[in-house]
Protein backbone atom coordinates (compact mmCIF):
# COMPACT_ATOMS: atom_id res chain seq x y z
CA UNK A 1 0.00 0.00 0.00
CA UNK A 2 1.79 3.07 -1.27
CA UNK A 3 -0.89 5.72 -0.68
CA UNK A 4 -1.83 8.48 1.60
CA UNK A 5 -5.27 8.98 2.25
CA UNK A 6 -7.39 12.06 3.40
CA UNK A 7 -10.89 12.38 4.56
CA UNK A 8 -13.16 14.79 3.86
CA UNK A 9 -12.26 15.83 0.54
CA UNK A 10 -14.29 18.81 0.83
CA UNK A 11 -15.06 20.55 3.94
CA UNK A 12 -17.46 23.91 4.27
CA UNK A 13 -17.35 25.26 8.01
CA UNK A 14 -17.91 29.01 9.00
CA UNK A 15 -16.17 30.77 11.39
CA UNK A 16 -17.62 29.00 14.75
CA UNK A 17 -17.38 25.40 13.73
CA UNK A 18 -14.78 23.10 15.07
CA UNK A 19 -13.91 20.53 12.57
CA UNK A 20 -11.02 18.00 12.05
CA UNK A 21 -9.19 16.78 8.76
CA UNK A 22 -7.93 13.13 9.15
CA UNK A 23 -4.64 11.47 7.03
CA UNK A 24 -3.78 8.03 7.38
CA UNK A 25 -0.50 5.96 5.67
CA UNK A 26 0.03 2.54 5.95
CA UNK A 27 3.82 2.61 4.05
CA UNK A 28 5.64 2.63 7.85
CA UNK A 29 6.46 5.70 7.28
CA UNK A 30 7.41 7.63 10.55
CA UNK A 31 7.16 11.38 9.68
CA UNK A 32 4.03 12.61 8.39
CA UNK A 33 3.38 15.99 7.20
CA UNK A 34 0.90 18.99 6.83
CA UNK A 35 1.19 21.41 4.10
CA UNK A 36 -1.69 24.03 3.48
CA UNK A 37 -1.54 25.15 -0.54
CA UNK A 38 -3.09 28.27 -1.91
CA UNK A 39 -4.40 28.16 -5.68
CA UNK A 40 -1.58 28.22 -8.07
CA UNK A 41 1.03 28.26 -5.56
CA UNK A 42 3.44 26.03 -3.93
CA UNK A 43 2.63 23.96 -0.49
CA UNK A 44 3.30 25.67 2.43
CA UNK A 45 4.52 23.55 5.48
CA UNK A 46 2.73 23.37 8.61
CA UNK A 47 3.71 21.11 10.66
CA UNK A 48 6.09 17.91 10.55
CA UNK A 49 5.95 14.76 13.32
CA UNK A 50 8.92 12.28 13.71
CA UNK A 51 8.36 9.16 15.66
CA UNK A 52 4.78 10.69 16.13
CA UNK A 53 6.52 13.98 18.01
CA UNK A 54 6.13 17.35 16.54
CA UNK A 55 9.09 18.50 15.32
CA UNK A 56 8.13 21.53 13.38
CA UNK A 57 5.79 24.18 13.54
CA UNK A 58 6.58 26.59 10.93
CA UNK A 59 4.42 29.66 13.04
CA UNK A 60 1.29 28.17 12.45
CA UNK A 61 -1.66 30.24 14.37
CA UNK A 62 -2.94 28.33 17.29
CA UNK A 63 -6.54 27.88 15.72
CA UNK A 64 -5.01 24.85 14.00
CA UNK A 65 -3.82 21.97 16.02
CA UNK A 66 -2.38 18.92 14.95
CA UNK A 67 -2.32 15.78 16.55
CA UNK A 68 -0.57 12.27 16.00
CA UNK A 69 -2.36 9.60 17.53
CA UNK A 70 0.14 6.89 16.35
CA UNK A 71 2.45 5.91 13.25
CA UNK A 72 -0.06 6.17 11.04
CA UNK A 73 -2.96 8.55 11.60
CA UNK A 74 -2.33 12.61 11.73
CA UNK A 75 -5.27 14.55 12.44
CA UNK A 76 -5.65 18.57 12.01
CA UNK A 77 -8.58 20.08 14.25
CA UNK A 78 -9.73 23.43 13.36
CA UNK A 79 -11.15 26.00 15.29
CA UNK A 80 -12.25 29.70 14.87
CA UNK A 81 -10.89 29.86 11.04
CA UNK A 82 -11.04 32.86 8.44
CA UNK A 83 -11.86 32.90 5.30
CA UNK A 84 -8.23 33.53 4.31
CA UNK A 85 -7.69 30.21 5.95
CA UNK A 86 -9.34 28.55 2.75
CA UNK A 87 -6.96 26.14 0.87
CA UNK A 88 -6.17 22.81 0.13
CA UNK A 89 -4.69 20.81 3.18
CA UNK A 90 -2.23 18.14 1.73
CA UNK A 91 -1.08 15.57 3.90
CA UNK A 92 2.46 13.91 3.11
CA UNK A 93 4.37 11.14 4.93
CA UNK A 94 8.12 10.10 4.37
CA UNK A 95 10.94 7.43 5.86
CA UNK A 96 12.99 9.18 8.18
CA UNK A 97 16.42 8.98 8.53
CA UNK A 98 17.51 11.47 5.27
CA UNK A 99 16.54 14.17 3.63
CA UNK A 100 16.82 12.16 0.45
CA UNK A 101 13.40 10.47 1.25
CA UNK A 102 10.72 11.25 -1.16
CA UNK A 103 7.26 12.80 0.84
CA UNK A 104 4.44 10.32 -0.43
CA UNK A 105 1.14 13.05 -0.55
CA UNK A 106 -2.40 12.47 -0.41
CA UNK A 107 -4.97 13.91 -2.41
CA UNK A 108 -6.06 16.80 0.07
CA UNK A 109 -9.06 18.52 1.60
CA UNK A 110 -10.48 21.26 -0.23
CA UNK A 111 -11.46 23.72 3.13
CA UNK A 112 -13.91 26.20 2.24
CA UNK A 113 -14.34 28.92 5.50
CA UNK A 114 -17.65 31.10 5.24
CA UNK B 1 20.93 31.32 1.23
CA UNK B 2 19.45 28.34 0.28
CA UNK B 3 16.19 28.98 -2.51
CA UNK B 4 14.55 27.19 -5.56
CA UNK B 5 14.02 29.25 -8.29
CA UNK B 6 11.70 28.18 -11.14
CA UNK B 7 11.75 31.36 -13.68
CA UNK B 8 8.62 30.27 -15.83
CA UNK B 9 5.18 30.48 -14.18
CA UNK B 10 3.11 29.50 -17.01
CA UNK B 11 4.52 27.80 -20.37
CA UNK B 12 2.07 26.79 -23.22
CA UNK B 13 2.96 24.49 -25.65
CA UNK B 14 1.72 22.59 -28.79
CA UNK B 15 0.96 19.00 -28.22
CA UNK B 16 4.01 16.96 -29.45
CA UNK B 17 6.53 19.84 -29.52
CA UNK B 18 9.27 19.36 -27.00
CA UNK B 19 9.39 21.49 -23.30
CA UNK B 20 11.46 22.21 -21.05
CA UNK B 21 10.40 23.27 -17.18
CA UNK B 22 13.67 25.70 -15.53
CA UNK B 23 14.60 25.34 -11.65
CA UNK B 24 17.60 26.22 -10.00
CA UNK B 25 19.03 26.43 -6.88
CA UNK B 26 20.95 27.67 -4.68
CA UNK B 27 22.63 26.11 -1.69
CA UNK B 28 25.80 25.59 -0.13
CA UNK B 29 25.65 21.82 0.90
CA UNK B 30 24.52 18.63 -1.07
CA UNK B 31 21.17 18.50 -2.39
CA UNK B 32 18.41 16.19 -3.28
CA UNK B 33 16.14 17.34 -6.11
CA UNK B 34 12.73 16.00 -7.10
CA UNK B 35 10.51 17.26 -9.66
CA UNK B 36 6.54 16.38 -8.78
CA UNK B 37 3.36 16.66 -10.53
CA UNK B 38 0.02 18.10 -9.25
CA UNK B 39 -2.88 17.10 -11.98
CA UNK B 40 -5.87 19.37 -11.30
CA UNK B 41 -7.69 19.02 -8.07
CA UNK B 42 -5.29 16.27 -6.93
CA UNK B 43 -2.24 16.04 -4.81
CA UNK B 44 0.99 15.90 -5.34
CA UNK B 45 2.89 13.00 -7.62
CA UNK B 46 6.48 12.23 -7.50
CA UNK B 47 7.44 12.74 -11.10
CA UNK B 48 10.95 11.80 -10.65
CA UNK B 49 14.33 12.29 -7.94
CA UNK B 50 17.82 12.83 -8.07
CA UNK B 51 19.58 11.65 -5.33
CA UNK B 52 23.33 10.80 -6.47
CA UNK B 53 24.90 8.54 -9.28
CA UNK B 54 23.87 9.63 -12.95
CA UNK B 55 22.78 12.72 -13.50
CA UNK B 56 20.24 12.36 -16.03
CA UNK B 57 16.96 10.76 -14.73
CA UNK B 58 14.22 9.26 -16.13
CA UNK B 59 10.31 9.26 -15.51
CA UNK B 60 8.15 5.96 -16.70
CA UNK B 61 5.68 8.17 -18.68
CA UNK B 62 8.44 10.29 -20.36
CA UNK B 63 10.00 13.16 -18.74
CA UNK B 64 13.39 13.33 -17.82
CA UNK B 65 15.50 16.11 -15.93
CA UNK B 66 19.11 16.64 -15.57
CA UNK B 67 21.51 17.50 -12.58
CA UNK B 68 23.95 19.84 -13.48
CA UNK B 69 25.98 21.00 -10.43
CA UNK B 70 27.79 23.59 -11.89
CA UNK B 71 25.00 25.63 -13.22
CA UNK B 72 23.21 24.45 -9.92
CA UNK B 73 19.99 23.44 -12.28
CA UNK B 74 17.50 20.62 -12.49
CA UNK B 75 15.98 21.32 -15.80
CA UNK B 76 12.70 19.14 -16.98
CA UNK B 77 12.82 17.97 -20.04
CA UNK B 78 9.94 15.80 -22.26
CA UNK B 79 10.42 15.62 -26.45
CA UNK B 80 7.43 15.36 -27.12
CA UNK B 81 3.94 16.26 -24.58
CA UNK B 82 0.74 15.13 -24.23
CA UNK B 83 -2.80 16.69 -24.04
CA UNK B 84 -2.24 14.89 -20.40
CA UNK B 85 0.59 16.52 -19.49
CA UNK B 86 -1.11 19.82 -18.76
CA UNK B 87 -0.64 20.42 -14.97
CA UNK B 88 1.46 22.34 -12.17
CA UNK B 89 5.15 21.03 -11.88
CA UNK B 90 7.11 21.92 -8.81
CA UNK B 91 10.77 21.34 -8.20
CA UNK B 92 11.56 20.65 -4.85
CA UNK B 93 14.78 20.53 -3.12
CA UNK B 94 16.15 18.65 0.26
CA UNK B 95 19.48 19.42 2.50
CA UNK B 96 21.17 17.44 4.09
CA UNK B 97 20.12 18.91 7.48
CA UNK B 98 16.89 17.99 8.14
CA UNK B 99 13.54 16.18 6.36
CA UNK B 100 12.18 19.44 4.89
CA UNK B 101 11.35 20.08 1.59
CA UNK B 102 11.65 23.42 0.03
CA UNK B 103 9.28 24.14 -3.15
CA UNK B 104 9.46 25.80 -6.04
CA UNK B 105 6.97 28.43 -7.10
CA UNK B 106 6.10 25.95 -9.80
CA UNK B 107 5.09 25.83 -13.59
CA UNK B 108 1.90 25.48 -14.89
CA UNK B 109 2.13 23.83 -18.18
CA UNK B 110 -0.71 23.95 -20.70
CA UNK B 111 -0.51 21.02 -23.53
CA UNK B 112 -2.47 23.09 -26.83
CA UNK B 113 -4.00 21.24 -28.95
Known amino acids: DTEVTQTPKHLVMGMTNKKSLKCEQH?????MYWYKQKAKKPPELMFV???????INESVPSRFSPECPNSSLLNLHLHALQPEDSALYLC?????????????FGPGTRLTVL | AQSVTQLDSQVPVFEEAPVELRCNYS??????LFWYVQYPNQGLQLLLK??????LVESINGFEAEFNKSQTSFHLRKPSVHISDTAEYFC???????????FGTGTSLTVIP
Open chain 2, 50 to 55: YLSGST
Open chain 1, 27 to 31: MGHRA
Open chain 2, 92 to 102: AVSWDTGNQFY
Open chain 2, 27 to 32: SSVSVY
Open chain 1, 49 to 55: YSYEKLS
Open chain 1, 92 to 104: ASSQLGGAHNEQF
